[in-house]
């Protein structure tokens, strides 16, 4: 197809505002996929992302499309993650395209979260074509809405489609204005081969495919091909477009596709998303710009609720990495929980949604550690070690100092609550950088903040502070030397190692209070008084006690039926096999993490 | 050596608080129900023989609702099928708003000596909020036609933990239940069982029960009194004076032999439990046993410490082998006691026995 004809593009929205939605609909009105061959929203497959109305994994399609001038035109649709841990991946995906179709509800308007995806957009220069949706609601203000988005981010809105996902209206004005307004890719496609990696993911017969768009170049079956980040060479099996549900193999990717590449790849580590494909025998002089290597930022420890769920867990985890690079895994002992993994992630939503996909898709009940980040500690020999879990963390004697990650954080938010989040953000031991007012009474703030805390409640508090109106975004800016103490949890004064978090020691005395309160509410009452202490350096900063049992027994077996006391002895006693024995006391699985609920 | 338990499974009202297998209104199949009473009784005569009978329990339901003379049948019978032993405990439960003499007078005629009274509270407000069909004074005149019916062994039933008792209340029904001089009293705790009429109350809010710690004041205070006047808690819920224990009891928390029949009866006969069927109709055509299996030797000795330790005499330590550890834990906090080879709960025991039981049982 020659590039005239091809328009690649992603499709940016609120939650809710109905951008997956649209995106069926633009399957069905190009036939891509049939009618009834659709379940609601074909791009979010995954359960969790359906549920959650969020993508987790960027995902391409390419829909053939004759336009009303009578051409054919080949649109690549390129379908990003929405949240703030897939910072990178979002912005490696936006790189792949020309343009943005700009979602916005015709009963909500712009919502923050919008205007910050809308902002990436243009910083990676892409023309956005706004769409004005949900026009069959009652409640509908298209014309407000279209002033609003001339007003606050300054697009023409003259003759944008106005449409209806969910009924089907409009849906063939937005592929007209697609093939109109955004333009097509350019690119020598007889120069050195540079392809961008924006995805990769697994499958059971080609192995590791990575999602790619052609920069310039053109890649062939066969062709031995280099990751010039990675250094890994391979030769390429197969290559095409994406249809939903398969592949469409072809010969080849010229400069302007949207593909993917095969290679006969074994692990997906390989495949590093920003990367660039170059050709092996006629290599580019050098890789597309903005490869970063992502790191996990956030580490927790992930232990099967049953003990004896520890193969399986194993297992699940090993399937979840064939297909998600950025999570990573290692086994860890732990005295209070048994065996388990210390799992590292790029974030918060990345750590739960792989919870929960452990959960749901491999059936397993976890107990889950505090999440920690990663330290520098410094020690007295002049050697550095990084800890990720505040076990591992050297005798006091031994430490110099420590350092903790610092990030620079974005929140965009309406104007009335800049006071609460100013607050919040101080609270977080944060350092103010910068306060912007932009179009439509919105405010953008900028704060150094120490990640431990943004990975504490910081995204609760900051919803609740704000009423769900501010959006948050962060990108690691280095390491700075903090005063950190090592805070443990006694319980009836044996430590509780899986309890144990790293820090700061102005902020310790209030953690060790709170987390023995909600320990308190979550361990059971028990034969013996139980004493809850938070510790620093066997210090002890805060007591809770849960009280003896005080009732317990059934006053009854009825006519010498004894079954209803065996089912709840029965019972009990499945419960019991989700206590985990800290000394004498036992503690169930939840407890470990309520702690990490907010107050 | 067995125990025998039949159902009667007919009332006049069903209480608030029960989710046993009992009906109301349904007076016109109790001559149906007695035939297939006596059609299984018969059935066991041909599987166990004439087996040794020590004690015999007519529960409910309300077994003194329908007319003297299906007891007296079913005695009959008994005895005829069975070896009876003639100083057997012969147990009949009783509401106190369905007694005559004649009907007492019947019951002892034909051997029953013993009369367990569901009296459950002396206030009329109580007893409403219970959905019970009888008043107080009808607690009174049912001792008073018992004795003059010849019973001497009569037990009361009190219920305590009840929505908008206090411990004054409370205190009142023990001892307008001791002004009765009963050899023997049952106490217990409300269970709100789910689906009941009184748990939906309380659910939505119209009722409150009292708070653990005044259920155990209550429990407490049951204790003292009744300690005091002789009365022995020899099993969590029961108190009795000097050789009134109930015998048919005891052999449930003894895991002796007993055979149930009727509808939804449990037996546990050589090592088997099993019961009935509670479809009602399905009885009547003939459907007995619906489940049930041998009891393996590791759940045998978890039943008994599970049953045993209800009991004040406790079970023998040496059953307790390997868990020695959790025996010294328990009787270091109080929760038992060590003795003469024995294990057995305190009082504050007792109070928690269910997570002492758990204990034990931990692997």
Partial sequence: ?599 | MAALYFHIPFCLKKCSYCDFVSFAGREAHIGAYRAALEAELAEAAGRYGRLPIETVYFGGGTPSLPEADLIVHLMAMCRALFFVNPEAEITVECNPGTLNLSKLRDYRACGVNRLSLGMQAAQEKLLRVLGRVHSPEQVRDGVELARQAGFTDISLDLMYALPGQGIADWVDSLKEALALAPTHLSLYSLILEPGTPLADRIERGELQVPEEELALSMQHAACRILGRRGYRRYEISNYALPGHSCRHNLCYWTRGDYLGLGLAAHSFMGGERFANTSDFDAYLSGTRRVSGGFVGPREALEEEIMLGTRLSEGIALERLKGREDRVRALAEAGLATVEAGRFALTQRGMDVQNAVVLKLLDP
């Fill in chain 1, 1 to 599: 197809m020659d590039q005239k004809q091809i328009r690649n593009f992603c499709i940016i929205a609120h939650i809710d505002h109905g951008k997956s939605t649209l995106a069926d609909r633009l399957l069905e009105k190009t036939g891509v996929m049939a009618v009834r061959d659709m379940t609601a929203q074909v791009l979010d497959s995954m359960e969790l992302e359906r549920e959650r109305g969020i993508t987790i994994k960027s995902k391409a399609v390419r829909l053939p499309y004759t336009a009303r001038d009578g051409k054919q035109y080949e649109l690549n649709l390129i379908d990003t993650p929405g949240h703030v841990d897939f910072t990178y991946e979002v912005s490696r995906a936006l790189a792949a395209c020309e343009g943005a179709v700009l979602v916005v509800d015709a009963t909500q308007g712009i919502e923050a979260q919008t205007l910050a995806n809308v902002y990436m957009a243009l910083e990676h220069d892409l023309e956005i074509l706004p769409v004005i949706n949900k026009i069959d609601l009652a409640s509908a203000q298209p014309d407000v809405v279209k002033r609003e988005i001339e007003d606050e981010i300054g697009l023409d809105t003259e003759g944008c489609p106005q449409v209806s996902a969910k009924v089907g209206i409009g849906i063939e004005d937005v592929l007209e204005a697609i093939v109109n307004t955004i333009p097509p890719p350019e690119g020598d496609p007889e120069a050195p081969l540079k392809a961008l990696i924006f995805d990769s993911y697994y499958d059971n017969y080609r192995g590791a495919i990575s999602s790619v768009r052609i920069v310039q170049g053109t890649v062939r079956v066969g062709d031995p091909i280099l990751m010039m980040a990675g250094g890994c060479s391979f030769d390429v099996t197969e290559l095409g477009a994406f249809q939903p549900g398969g592949y469409k193999p072809t010969e080849c990717l010229k400069a302007g596709d949207v593909g993917y590449i095969a290679a006969s790849i074994k692990d997906i580590a390989d495949i590093r998303v920003g990367d660039t494909i170059t050709h092996r025998e006629l290599p580019a002089d050098e890789p597309l710009p903005g490869y970063k290597k992502v790191l996990p930022m956030v580490y927790c420890g992930i232990y099967p609720a049953d003990g004896g769920d520890y193969e399986s867990l194993k297992g699940a985890l090993e399937k979840l990495r064939l297909n998600d690079a950025a999570l990573s895994f290692e086994p860890e002992t732990s005295v209070a929980l048994g065996y388990g993994f210390r799992s590292g992630f790029l974030g918060l939503l990345h750590m739960e949604i792989t919870q929960q996909r452990l959960e749901r898709e491999f059936d397993l009940d976890l107990v889950t550690t505090a999440p920690s980040v990663v330290y520098h500690v410094i020690k007295t020999d002049g050697s550095m070690v990084c800890i990720d879990n505040p076990t591992n963390l050297p005798p006091a004697q031994e430490i110099d100092w420590m350092e903790e990650p610092m990030v620079d954080a974005q929140v965009i938010s309406p104007q009335e609550y800049v006071g609460a989040i100013m607050e919040l953000c101080q609270d977080k031991r944060g350092t103010f950088r910068n306060m912007k007012y932009v179009e439509g009474g919105r405010v953008v703030l900028n704060y150094d903040l120490p990640l431990n805390e943004v990975i504490y409640d910081f995204f609760d508090q900051l919803k609740s502070r704000t009423r769900g109106y501010a959006s948050f975004d962060y990108e690691l800016k280095g390491y700075v030397k903090s005063e950190l103490v090592k805070l443990d949890m006694l319980l009836n004064g044996e430590n509780c190692d899986a309890l144990s978090i790293i820090v700061h020691k102005d902020r310790a005395y209030a953690r060790g209070r709170s987390i023995a309160e909600k320990l308190k509410e979550a361990i059971p009452r028990q034969l013996f008084e139980i004493p809850i202490q938070a510790a620093i350096g066997g210090k002890v900063i805060a007591r809770e006690t849960v009280k003896a049992l005080r009732k317990d027994v059934l006053a009854k077996c009825y006519g010498g039926d004894i079954s209803r006391k065996k089912k709840l002895l029965e019972k009990q006693k499945e419960g019991k096999k989700r206590m985990r024995q800290v000394g004498s006391v036992e503690v169930p699985s939840e407890a470990f993490m309520a702690v990490l609920k907010m107050d």
